[in-house]
């Protein structure tokens, strides 16, 4: 199960000075899913460049996660905007 950004295998969750940044990395798609458990590219909407990654279809995980995840490529700092997705399936619901 994944709870953070840094169990992303293509997501370094630390800017290039070390410090944890806020980041906006948004799902453009997801590739497949089992249950919560997904694989999506997530774009960097600063230098949109895509990268593949885990995640884990809950509402911690779109509304805290994906928004600290930092660009691969740029490691830039977030937009404050990020809208995270709804999850596929009710909080708390068994899949
Ligand atoms: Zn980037």
Request: aromatic letters at 8%.
């Amino acid at each position: 199960m994944i709870r953070d950004a840094s169990d992303l295998l293509a997501i370094v969750p630390v800017g290039r000075n070390g410090q944890r940044m806020e980041v906006n990395m948004r799902i453009k798609r997801i590739l497949s899913q089992y249950r919560r458990d997904f694989t999506a590219e997530y774009e960097c909407e600063h230098c949109g460049k895509v990268h593949v990654g885990q995640g884990y279809d809950d509402a911690n995980f779109h509304n805290n996660v994906i928004p600290n995840m930092v660009c691969k490529s740029c490691g830039k700092k977030a937009g404050k905007n990020y809208r995270p997705l709804a999850t596929k399936y009710p909080e708390g619901m068994e899949v």
